[in-house]
């Protein structure tokens, strides 16, 4: 993937498509690229990088949990710290950028197989009923959830 960034020596634009490939290796690498991507579009002001990396980050951790077994416990940590770091940004004005953090749990039962999404959904049970760790799992504030329906649709 990098090695198509540099062209005779000059480091090529890098785009849209170049982000959909990066996240379409569905590794544990391509997330971290992709988070880090996100976290320095914001450091430059750049909503669309911002924003598509944050796309692509929510999309590709159905295809994180299909090819790594290994996560099957673990991400719903995993996932509940990367959607507590990453946001869509939108712009109110010159100087006021507004966050819109997005829910990896509503993303999932929306858009996941069942499959996958009946499986993560019984570990995060499995969690919750465990009495050392259930503290670490976030309740699902209901006031949230409405808002989150309100503003994706």
Not at 63 to 84: A, G, M, N, Q, T
Not at 109 to 133: G, M, Q, Y
């Amino acid at each position: 993937m990098f090695e198509n960034l540099i062209i005779n020596g000059h480091i090529k634009d890098f785009n849209k498509s170049d982000l959909e490939k990066l996240a379409q290796y569905g590794s544990l690498d391509s997330l971290c690229a992709l988070y880090l991507l996100h976290q320095w579009g914001y450091s430059i002001g750049s909503t669309s990088l911002v924003n598509d990396c944050c796309s692509f980050i929510i999309n590709t951790l159905e295809l994180l949990l299909k090819r790594h077994d290994y996560l099957e416990r673990s991400h719903i940590f995993l996932f509940d710290e990367i959607c507590d770091q990453i946001f869509i940004m939108e712009l109110k004005g010159y100087n006021r950028p507004l966050k819109i953090k997005l829910n990896w749990r509503q993303y999932r039962d929306r858009n996941w197989t069942i499959e996958i999404r009946e499986k993560s959904k019984r570990t995060e049970a499995d969690l919750i009923a465990h009495p050392k760790i259930n503290h670490l799992i976030p309740c699902i504030d209901e006031n949230l959830v409405n808002l989150y329906k309100q503003i994706l649709g």
